[in-house]
């Protein structure tokens, strides 16, 4: 395996990989399967880890509410079909974290023992194994772009909240043609894209719309559009 190989992965911007895979939901074509959804695609080193167990327990219980965001969720690591149902029977039957307990994950988890699909996303990075993928989040729109790229090291936990913000920002500013702040949380003021011209940079200062509140003529903030 070459170094190369391990580590070609798409950009943000960039249509994401196509592949087949099985999974513990069946076999999916992606991104085929997903158009007209967003999806939070990512790894994990391997099953029967405890940081994995904690992560896929957050997710399915996060679940419903990703899926009212128009949003699926997606896993994978470099391991059986066999030994991914076993340990979600595990989680399910046996593992209790942080009031969450009888957690079914219904999400698909893709086999990858050949490790094409990990390549193809980058999700191999060889300073930190050469056989087990690291935590990769990848957030594909509903056209399939990889609109947002996360990484987290072997040995520590994604932040689930923060790929949901990052989710909803996202889908704010697509719908709204607005930026977010940094620390943005849904009900948060939302910043106004910067003047293009000279002309609009003074009507800002000499001209203030009153639902537009300008600290300077290049950032203005408003409302957010959507509640908390």
Partial sequence: MSEQEVRNMPLIGDRAPEFKAVTTQGEINFPKDYEGSW?????????????????F???????????????????????????????????????????????????????????DVAKAFGMLQPGASSTQAVRAVFIVDP???????????????????????????MQTSDEYGVATPANWRPGDDVIVPPPG??????????KPDPDVKCLDWFMCLKKSPIKN
Wanted: proline share 4%; glycine share 4%.
């Fill in 143 to 169: 056209k399939s772009i990889v609109r947002a790229i996360l990484y987290y090291p072997l040995s520590n936990g994604r932040n689930m909240d923060e790929v949901m913000r990052l989710l909803v920002a």
């Fill in 57 to 115: 327990m957050t997710f399915a219980s996060m679940q419903e509410d990703f899926a009212k965001r128009n949003c699926k969720l997606l896993g994978l690591s470099i391991d059986s079909i066999y030994a991914h149902i076993a340990w979600l029977r595990t989680i399910k039957e046996k593992i209790e974290y942080k009031g969450m307990k009888d957690v079914e994950v219904t999400f698909p988890v893709i086999e990858d023992l050949k490790m």
């Fill in 39 to 55: 999806v939070v695609f990512f790894s994990h080193p391997a099953d029967f880890t405890p940081v994995c167990t904690t992560e």
């Fill in 197 to 206: 011209s000279c002309g609009v940079a003074r009507d800002r200062t000499a």
